[in-house]
């Protein structure tokens, strides 16, 4: 049922879907170098969820709504390109905006990531994903299960890592870290869109 091959496939095949995500990671990392571990593993969670979630949904479209997902495959690659210009827009604005402050003697408020940017973050990130219901579409649902927490424990921990690196640089990078984290965002979502 689960052979070497099955786990190797379905590693790689998180590897490759984690990408975006620890993209996106490594820019949270910079925009907040002083992120505590509970909210790592928060944001590191959120994409391994959604890197789980949406295999597991693509295949349930393979398997019960084929038609319907069909029309609405040509639509993914617009839906990550407009939630990631968005996030990465804001972020470079305010990034922008504390600079300026920052020059004017003005007290800049640090503003961290909300959950709700963080869910949209998720979601564009992983919606191309939802092909991926196609790839596995021949496996029975526990192997497209088991694949789907393969996904996201390596999603988990490439993430963790982006988040490492990005904290790291953002702390040397200090406040020009969040206009280097939404160009990544804005370029993530362009190559998403591209490809």
């Known amino acids: 049922m689960f052979s070497a091959g099955f786990f190797i496939n379905s590693i790689l ?11 996106v990671s490594l820019a949270n990392g910079l925009a907040e170098p002083n992120m505590k571990r509970f909210r790592m593993n928060l944001v590191a969670g959120t994409f391994g969820f959604f890197q789980a979630f949406m295999p597991m949904l693509g295949w349930f479209c393979v398997h019960n709504l084929v ?6 495959e040509k639509f993914v690659p617009w839906i990550a390109l407009i939630l990631l210009l968005f996030i990465g827009g804001k972020m470079l604005i305010e990034s922008i905006i504390n600079i300026h402050k920052g020059r004017n003697g003005e007290e800049i408020a640090v503003e961290q ?7 949209m973050q998720g979601i564009a990130t992983s919606i191309d994903a939802l092909s991926v219901g196609f790839a596995i579409s021949n496996y029975g649902w526990l192997n497209a299960l088991v694949c789907a927490l393969i996904i996201a424990v390596v999603t988990f921990i490439i993430s ?17 870290a969040g206009i280097l984290g939404g160009c990544i965002l804005i370029i993530i979502g362009i190559e998403i869109f591209i490809s």
Do not use: C, E, Q, W
């Open 67 to 72: 038609t319907y997902f069909r029309a609405f």
């Open 113 to 119: 990531f909300t959950l709700p940017v963080l869910l």
């Open 13 to 23: 095949l998180g590897v490759g879907l984690a990408m975006d995500a620890f993209s």
């Open 160 to 176: 963790t890592i982006g988040l490492h690196i990005g904290k790291l640089f953002g702390m040397k990078l200090s406040n020009k």
